[in-house]
Structure formats: structure tokens, C-alpha cells
């Protein structure tokens, strides 16, 4: 019973872009708050973007001017346009609600930026 599900992933050279996609089937996904989240070898999980029911967006400061989120209520999907790689963006990148009591993670998308 998938829940989560991220795609988009792939190796690209520092400057390039990609587009992260999440596909949530999940109730009320209209209602929540939803983020990007990305864990890099030997960091912990940390949120790097959000967007709200209303489309009010957050964003990690190491992201800021670089990476955009966005919202398909209608598809139930978020997504991410990440451009001006940097090898330090380098992560798994995972999907969920911006929330404390989070949905089980799904197996998330790696991103690898080769300089």
C-alpha cells in the first residue's frame, strides 16, 4: 500500500536543473501542508521546502532562489524544480506532510550533482 511516491531523480552536473515529482494517494491531501525533505550521506533528514493548503511557500535558506515547490490538488502531487545545482544538494530526496506526525516515508528519488 504505497502511498508516497517520488520520482524525477537522476545525476546532473552542477548548474543543471530537475523536477521532482510526488504522487501522494492519500485523503484530504488538500488539507495538509506538504514538504521536500532531503537526507544527504551522513546528515540527518532535513525540510528544504514547503507549501501550504493556501500555496504560501517556505524554504530552507540553502535553498532559497534555487528551488521552487508546487501543488496539484486536483492530481494529488507536489513537485519540486530544483535548478542551479550544487554538488552539496546531492540527497535523497523525499516527500510528506510538513507536520509533525508525518506519513510513512516512501523510498524517496536520488538526486546526485556531479561537479
Known amino acids: 500500500q504505497v502511498q508516497l511516491v517520488e520520482s524525477g531523480g537522476g545525476l546532473v552536473q552542477a548548474g543543471g536543473s530537475l523536477r521532482l515529482s510526488c504522487a501522494a494517494s492519500?485523503?484530504?491531501?488538500?488539507?495538509?501542508?506538504w514538504g521536500w525533505y532531503r537526507q544527504a550521506p551522513g546528515k540527518q533528514r532535513e525540510l528544504v521546502a514547503s507549501?501550504?493548503?493556501?500555496?504560501?511557500?517556505n524554504y530552507a535558506d540553502s535553498v532559497k532562489g534555487r528551488f521552487t515547490i508546487s501543488r496539484d490538488n486536483a492530481k494529488k502531487m507536489v513537485y519540486l524544480q530544483m535548478g542551479s545545482l550544487e554538488p552539496e544538494d546531492t540527497a535523497v530526496y523525499y516527500c510528506?506532510?510538513?507536520?509533525?506526525?508525518?506519513?510513512?516515508w516512501g523510498q524517496g528519488t536520488q538526486v546526485t550533482v556531479s561537479s
Open positions: 507549501i501550504t493548503r493556501s500555496s504560501a511557500t
Open positions: 510528506n506532510v510538513a507536520l509533525r506526525d508525518p506519513y510513512s
Open positions: 492519500i485523503n484530504f491531501f488538500s488539507l495538509n501542508t
